[in-house]
């Protein structure tokens, strides 16, 4: 499958190319609950949930104090912008 052009809103991707480009950032699919993802990086971990209108972002123990710090992405933003968002880490 070939991704659309980055700018294009996520909601204009099919869900089997959200997983794939999910895959080729080394995200791995949560096998009970496969709306959700988990990433690790070097220097943070996240958990990524396709949600009914948004992508919802947890950083792990990324905060003051250890605590999760959430963000939440619409749909209509483009696959750059929350590939920018949510990759930069916390």
């Given at each position: 499958?070939?991704?659309?052009?980055?700018?294009?809103?996520?909601?204009?991707?099919?869900?089997?190319?959200?997983?794939?480009?999910?895959?080729?950032?080394?995200?791995?699919?949560?096998?009970?609950?496969?709306?959700?993802?988990?990433?690790?990086?070097?220097?943070?971990?996240?958990?990524l949930?396709?949600?009914?209108?948004?992508?919802?972002?947890?950083?792990?123990?990324?905060?003051?104090?250890?605590?999760?710090?959430?963000?939440?992405?619409?749909?209509?933003?483009?696959?750059?912008?929350?590939?920018?968002?949510?990759?930069?880490?916390?």
């Amino acid at each position: 499958m070939v991704l659309p052009n980055p700018d294009t809103p996520l909601y204009n991707h099919p869900l089997p190319e959200i997983e794939n480009w999910l895959l080729e950032l080394g995200c791995q699919q949560n096998r009970e609950q496969l709306n959700c993802w988990s990433i690790e990086n070097p220097t943070w971990q996240a958990e990524l949930c396709l949600d009914v209108e948004e992508l919802s972002v947890r950083y792990l123990k990324a905060g003051e104090g250890m605590r999760d710090i959430v963000r939440s992405f619409k749909y209509s933003l483009s696959r750059s912008d929350v590939e920018a968002a949510v990759f930069s880490g916390p």
